[in-house]
């Protein structure tokens, strides 16, 4: 099972779109995806309760910051066999149960204005100064294009 986690800071970054492509993407080679949101308190979701995606979706309500690696990997190995785990994470979180497992790929969503690129500098550095690990390998970046 590999974990694709789409993370950034700041709003309007293309994070949540890149992750529910993502998603899309894997449904139509014929995987089961899951698409986990983590949201802040408050935060409406991408996909509304009453509508339904293809795929199995879940939600974490950020209630503690410190146990929301563990939590999105017991989803993801409830969700094992079935196919790719795909995050939605605001860059604050860079769980250190994600970063150091060989399996996950970090991708850092990007749009193209001059402060959306610092921000995905910084999001990288984040994650760079956060990794003890070799295993875990370095993020990938997924540009965006700007509205």
Known sequence: MEVFVCAGSGQGIGRTTASLLLA??????????????VLASGEPPALRADEEAPFETARLVLADASSIGSEIK????????????????PAQLFP??????????FLLPMMTDKAAIQRVVGDMLDVCTAVRKPSSGAPAFVPARAA
């Open 24 to 37: 899309c993407g894997f449904f139509e080679m014929g995987l089961e995806p899951l698409l986990i949101q």
């Open 74 to 89: 017991d989803l993801a190995g409830r969700h094992t066999e079935l196919g790719p785990v795909i995050v939605d994470l």
């Open 96 to 105: 250190e149960e994600l970063l150091c497992d060989p399996r996950s790929r």
